[in-house]
């Protein structure tokens, strides 16, 4: 095999660098520079709109967590009020107010990643790489919010601060976190970087001082200057765009196919049969028992808690990453849906 080693490929016309296809290769283009799953807000597989929202949990869109702990009631919903390029935000809006929050309250919105994705940070290194946070936001409520990193494997944190300066208008902003020099990641599917979008938090979250290089992680310094978009049900957020790469600038956001997004989503969670009527075609393997496997949509990131429905008392006699087998002892009964989730 021949091997070319050139510095630039350019047009032979003008000198410029070549396109392919009519796109100029360059870094706002890589494919799979978005850490963040779901960005655009387009996939919302458990459903597009949850109400009375007063705890944790995933509630519309996919892969962003909503952590909540007694600060006003919130519906959770993916919206199509969206900035140009966009179809989908994620919308929260308070209804029933909390004006003043208690110290350990607090509201943010998170994405977790899998620390085998982040290995080419090369944290805990000199050569540890920045990251770049970038997204679309809108508010009725103007002022300072915070965007954090958090870091469980070696307990650490940085965060940085935004300025919502209109208000009911979308706005983008960017912000660049230093990279960390101090402890490494697990190269497995485990817990790697908690990306957190502060709404509004108590004392606990914001007696200190913003910890805006990488520390051993204080709740007191998470969130200092963070406004309370609890403290009024005319409040909302829409956030939409979001994207998290390598670097120390924002580079053109990452749109990939519908179809790439929802099976990225899938491995963190994923419904099956949701339209049918029997899930599953099985084997009779003696007189008494029947035997069937479904296999997922896609592999799953751990074995899934799964959450069945349909007839009868199917017993799970194997969960893996990509099946779960069932065994029963009567025809009528059946399995018509399943809910898999493996989130982080």
């Given at each position: 095999m021949s091997t070319i080693a050139v510095n630039a490929i350019t047009d032979a016309s003008a000198g410029n660098t070549?396109?392919?296809?009519?796109?100029?290769?360059?870094?706002?283009?890589?494919?799979?520079?978005?850490?963040?799953?779901?960005?655009?807000?387009?996939?919302?597989?458990?459903?597009?709109?949850?109400?009375?929202?007063?705890?944790?949990?995933?509630?519309?869109?996919?892969?962003?967590?909503?952590?909540l702990t007694s600060l006003g009631t919130w519906t959770v919903e993916q919206s199509t009020d969206a900035p140009d390029g966009f179809?989908?935000?994620?919308?929260?809006?308070?209804?029933?107010?909390?004006?003043?929050?208690?110290?350990?309250?607090?509201?943010?919105?998170?994405?977790?990643?899998?620390?085998?994705?982040?290995?080419?940070?090369?944290?805990?290194?000199?050569?540890?790489?920045?990251?770049?946070?970038?997204?679309?936001?809108?508010?009725?409520?103007?002022?300072?919010?915070?965007?954090?990193l958090q870091e469980f494997q070696n307990t650490r944190?940085?965060?940085?601060?935004?300025?919502?300066?209109?208000?009911?208008?979308?706005?983008?902003?960017?912000?660049?976190?230093?990279?960390?020099?101090?402890?490494?990641?697990?190269?497995d599917n485990s817990a790697g970087l908690y990306l957190q979008f502060y709404l509004g938090v108590g004392s606990d979250y914001s007696s200190g001082t913003l910890a805006t290089s990488w520390e051993s992680t204080v709740n007191a310094n998470r969130a200092v200057g963070q406004v309370n978009l609890a403290d009024s049900t005319s409040n909302y957020i829409n956030i939409t765009g979001v994207q998290l790469e390598v670097g120390e600038s924002a580079t053109e956001f990452e749109h990939r196919p519908y179809g790439m997004e929802l099976q990225l989503c899938q491995r963190y969670y994923q419904e099956i049969g949701k339209n049918a009527n029997n899930l599953w075609v099985s084997a009779?393997?003696?007189?008494?028992?029947?035997?069937?496997?479904?296999?997922?949509?896609?592999?799953?990131?751990?074995?899934?808690?799964?959450?069945?429905?349909?007839?009868?008392?199917?017993?799970?006699?194997?969960?893996?990453?990509?099946s779960v087998s069932y065994q029963f002892s009567t025809s009528t009964t059946y399995v018509s849906e399943l809910k898999l989730n493996a989130e982080l």
């Open positions: 070549t396109t392919i296809n009519g796109v100029t290769p360059n870094s706002a283009n890589v494919v799979g520079k978005n850490l963040v799953i779901n960005g655009a807000m387009q996939i919302a597989q458990r459903g597009t709109s949850t109400t009375g929202v007063t705890v944790s949990g995933y509630f519309a869109c996919d892969r962003f967590k909503t952590i179809s989908n935000s994620l919308k929260h809006s308070c209804t029933t107010a909390d004006a003043s929050p208690a110290a350990g309250d607090v509201l943010y919105l998170s994405q977790i990643i899998e620390s085998q994705n982040l290995q080419q940070l090369a944290k805990g290194t000199t050569s540890a790489k920045s990251l770049t946070c970038s997204f679309w936001v809108k508010s009725n409520k103007t002022g300072t919010y915070i965007v954090g944190y940085i965060a940085n601060s935004y300025t919502i300066n209109a208000a009911n208008t979308w706005e983008k902003k960017t912000i660049t976190f230093a990279g960390d020099t101090t402890g490494t990641l697990a190269n009779q393997y003696n007189s008494s028992n029947w035997w069937s496997t479904v296999q997922y949509r896609t592999e799953m990131r751990a074995n899934p808690t799964i959450t069945k429905s349909g007839a009868g008392t199917p017993q799970a006699t194997y969960i893996s990453t990509d």
